[in-house]
Nanobody, 118 residues
Framework: QVRLVESGGGLVQAGGSLRLSCAASGSLLSFDDMGWYRQAPGKQRELVATITGGGRKNYADSVKGRFTISRDNAKNTVWLQMNSLKPEDTAVYYC????????????WGQGTQVTVSS
């Protein structure tokens, strides 16, 4: 059973930093794309950053230059370093991992709360 466990959320003041971690397990196949999404109250879930198995990265315009995504394929772990945080970054952050099992299946973590105070 595929499982994604996130950690690293919390409360931080504007301008501060947090580092989110997500450890994936339970698959006999390699994880393909991995990434982070977020959902603020009353809003739809939105992409924050993704990274392919080969290391190609993609960021939402709102986080470019402030957030950095990275991964360790050997550890099936993906991180999100968040710097210069803003109150509008407040949301529940979800980790995702794709596995190519004939079709692309996407798995999600349980989410971790990030709150940025002004």
């Amino acid at each position: 059973q595929v499982r994604l466990v996130e950690s690293g959320g919390g409360l931080v003041q504007a301008g501060g930093s947090l580092r989110l971690s997500c450890a994936a397990s339970g698959s006999l196949l390699s994880f393909d794309d991995m990434g982070w999404y977020r959902q603020a109250p009353g809003k739809q879930r939105e992409l924050v950053a993704t990274i392919t198995g080969g290391g190609r990265k993609n960021y939402a315009d709102s986080v470019k230059g402030r957030f950095t995504i990275s991964r360790d394929n050997a550890k099936n772990t993906v991180w999100l370093q968040m710097n210069s945080l803003k109150p509008e970054d407040t949301a529940v952050y979800y980790c995702n991992a794709d596995i190519l099992e004939g079709i692309r299946n996407r798995y999600w973590g349980q989410g971790t709360q990030v709150t940025v105070s002004s």
